[in-house]
């Protein structure tokens, strides 16, 4: 079953406003989560690693400000994209190490904005 | 800098023929080298992941092989189905790299009755 879950797997906003996406995991503690963005028919690229307990790191060229991440607990990560605009309309993952190496990834959320 | 390449970028196959992706990076520090499947509008999934101390790992009908000299390693889909046409992504990560995930650029396999 899935380990990894995220919520909502699809919403569509107005230009401007903000929207939270919630990364969490199921069945284990994660203190470190990891949040991408993929494009169709493209690989993933990797915006942005949340760490529980301190602040986000960011990826060259991810604007901190735009995507905002907070790590709130063990199991729960949040992505907010402020005043969304629609070339911020992808699809965003989530994934959370469980052991060693291995990495589960949420089943997505589909941003659009209109 | 694309740090891992992935070949072919598209594939197609008849049922029950033997897909074969390949993929192949720059960086040796890399020590884990896990494939994923994904879906249209679904997450990835970790199908089977291999260590550079291992030439081979076989799970169900995927296998890994592994060229650690080469720089290389590839997936194998063995009797491939209808069921199992996705994206597939090659990945790598290294030991103090803090799980992160360096991806390919993914290949669309279509398997055709």
């Known amino acids: 079953g899935a380990v990894v879950s995220q919520h909502p797997s699809w919403v569509i906003c107005k230009s401007g406003t903000s929207v939270k996406i919630e990364c969490r995991s199921l069945?284990?503690?994660?203190?470190?989560m990891f949040w991408y963005r993929q494009f169709p028919k493209q690989s993933l690229m990797l915006m942005a690693t949340?760490?529980?307990?301190?602040?986000?790191?960011?990826e060259q060229g991810v604007e901190k400000d735009k995507f905002l991440i907070n790590h709130a607990s063990l199991t729960l990560s949040t992505l907010t994209v402020t005043s969304a605009h629609p070339e911020d309309s992808s699809f965003y993952i989530c994934?959370?190490?469980?052991?060693?190496?291995?990495?589960?990834f949420g089943p997505g959320t589909r941003l659009t904005v209109t | 800098q694309q740090q891992v390449k992935q070949s072919p970028q598209s594939l197609i196959v008849q049922k029950g023929g033997i897909p074969i992706i390949n993929c192949a990076y720059e960086n040796t520090a890399f020590d884990y080298f896990p494939w994923y499947q994904q879906f249209p509008g679904k997450g990835p999934a970790l199908l089977i992941a291999i260590r550079p101390d291992v030439s081979e790992k076989k799970e169900g009908r995927f296998t890994i092989s592994f060229n650690k000299s080469a720089k290389q390693f590839s997936l194998h889909i063995m009797d491939s189905q209808p069921g199992d046409s996705a994206t597939y992504f090659c990945?790598?990560?290294?030991?103090?790299?803090?799980?992160?995930?360096?991806f390919g650029t993914g290949t669309q396999l279509k398997v055709e009755l």
């Open positions: 069945d284990f503690q994660a203190t470190t």
């Open positions: 994934s959370a190490p469980r052991l060693a190496n291995e990495q589960y």
């Open positions: 990945a790598a990560s290294k030991a103090g790299g803090g799980n992160k995930l360096t």
């Open positions: 949340s760490n529980e307990g301190s602040k986000a790191t960011y």
